[in-house]
């Protein structure tokens, strides 16, 4: 199982990008594919999750201004980030889960393959 991310870059605030985690080596239709992010200094948290079925969640901290959502034929789930800020710059981690849970999404565990990530920097 490989889970690649891409997309990440230096980008000021304000402006937007949109990361990529392609999978490959899972029924990626099965499974519930997040991101979660870790700036320097501080530990992983979760930003975002979209479940098998289509549902998704957001952290509070980037709700209204990212958006998740998965193409079942490509294997691959996007972020689309707007409207970055300062405080988002961080290094982006997409991960998978087979058995995910709803009051476990925001929990590193719960998720069985990582990818390498992707750095996200945003300048003043």
């Known amino acids: 199982v490989q889970l690649q991310a891409s997309g990440g870059g230096l980008v000021q605030a304000g402006g937007s990008l949109r990361l990529s985690c392609e999978t490959s080596?899972?029924?990626?239709?099965?499974?519930?594919v997040g991101w979660f992010r870790q700036a320097p200094g501080k530990e992983r948290e979760f930003v975002s999750t979209v479940r098998s079925g289509g549902s998704t969640y957001y952290a509070d901290s980037v709700k209204g201004r990212f958006t998740i959502s998965r193409d079942n034929a490509k294997n691959t789930v996007y972020l689309h980030m707007n409207n970055l800020q300062l405080e988002d710059t961080a290094v982006y981690y997409c991960a998978a889960s087979r058995t995910l849970i709803l009051s476990t999404i925001r929990s590193l565990p719960q998720y069985d393959y990582w990818g390498q990530g992707t750095l996200v920097t945003v300048s003043s």
């Open positions: 080596g899972l029924t990626f239709s099965r499974y519930s």
